[in-house]
């Protein structure tokens, strides 16, 4: 049996800035890329802090993964691209907020830029589907 690869940007999500979609898809296995606190209604920031970037961030990822029969439950691993590490402490604090007591693996980068202008903070997941 052949997997097919879908890729898709749902409704209500901030539109790529680039060449790519934001949701890939194969059989229960997910992938979200690289994704900024950017509000889809206004196509501006979420906040200039960490923590109001996080949490749009983490919001989007919810509205993605139920457009793929799953949600933050099932997030397997989580990669954080920071731009300034000392925002670690604020961004774990919105994390929380978002992600409850699941605790998927997660890896922090200190990167030196990011792609968009007053972009804090950059993330992407792997998940898995619900149990049908």
């Avoid at 802090?49 to 509205?63: N, R, Y």
Wanted: proline letters at 7%; aromatic letters at 6%.
């Amino acid at each position: 049996m052949k997997s097919r690869v879908e890729t898709f940007t749902p409704p209500n999500t901030p539109v790529p800035i680039g060449p790519y979609n934001h949701v890939a898809r194969v059989g229960e296995h997910i992938w979200i890329g690289g994704t900024a606190g950017v509000d889809p209604s206004t196509g501006q920031l979420a906040g200039s802090d960490v923590g109001a970037q996080t949490l749009q961030i983490l919001k989007s990822f919810k509205i993605m993964l139920e457009a793929v029969g799953s949600d933050l439950d099932h997030v397997v691993h989580v990669n954080v691209f920071l731009a300034n590490m000392s925002d670690f402490e604020a961004m774990n604090a919105a994390y929380i907020q978002m992600m409850g007591n699941h605790r998927p693996a997660r890896t922090v980068f200190s990167v030196r830029e990011l792609p968009k202008p007053g972009v804090l903070l950059t993330m992407n997941l792997t998940a898995v589907t619900k149990a049908q």
